[in-house]
């Protein structure tokens, strides 16, 4: 009894919890800034704080919108927050991957551009569809179906708020 109480607190996310929520704000604070000193060290270029204020936050929302509406759909055991926190720390990984993966392309070793697309794009899957089974408690098909929306949601989103409000991001 005492193991089932304590596997089923460490696998919630706790999302009702203000210093959950200050810790992960604090961490994509971080994120995004270290991401816009990255543009600049790597190509001298300004970064657009706009792009950097808007894009990333509406996407990620967007994308998670997109998510929320298939789990009302398919009546899945998962809250708004619960998703919104899961698309958060999978962005911060991947964003952290993807200064990386910048630094060594500018730095080391002028790679294709098809590898960056073959890493990140399939890390990120795979990091959400886990984070969807771990935290989420969905099967793993139902993560997939739901990472795979999640992230032509934050595409698209991205996309329109780049084309509509003309942002860019310069220096990257």
């Known amino acids: 009894m005492l193991t089932e109480n304590y596997e089923d607190q460490t696998s919630r996310i706790p999302t009702r919890s203000w210093r959950f929520w200050a810790g992960l704000l604090f961490l ?19 970064p657009n ?6 894009v990333p936050a509406g996407s990620m929302l967007g994308g998670v919108l997109c998510m929320f509406w298939v789990v ?6 998962l809250t708004f927050l619960e998703l919104l926190a899961i698309v958060i720390g999978v962005n911060l990984v991947m964003q952290g991957l993807e200064i990386i993966l910048n630094v060594i392309y500018y730095r080391l070793w ?37 990472m795979a929306v999640g992230l ?10 780049s084309s509509i409000f003309g942002l860019a991001p310069l220096g990257s």
């Open 72 to 77: 009302k759909v398919r009546q899945l055991p």
């Open 49 to 54: 704080f706009l792009f950097y204020l808007i």
């Open 110 to 146: 002028e790679y294709p551009g098809w590898l960056y697309i073959a890493i990140v794009f399939p890390v990120g899957f795979l990091l959400g569809v886990y984070g969807l089974v771990r935290w989420g408690r969905i099967q793993w098909g139902a993560a997939g179906v739901l």
């Open 28 to 46: 994509f604070v971080i994120v995004i800034g270290l991401t816009m000193w990255k543009d600049w060290w790597l190509t001298g270029d300004e």
């Open 152 to 161: 032509a949601g934050e595409l698209l989103t991205a996309g329109l708020l």
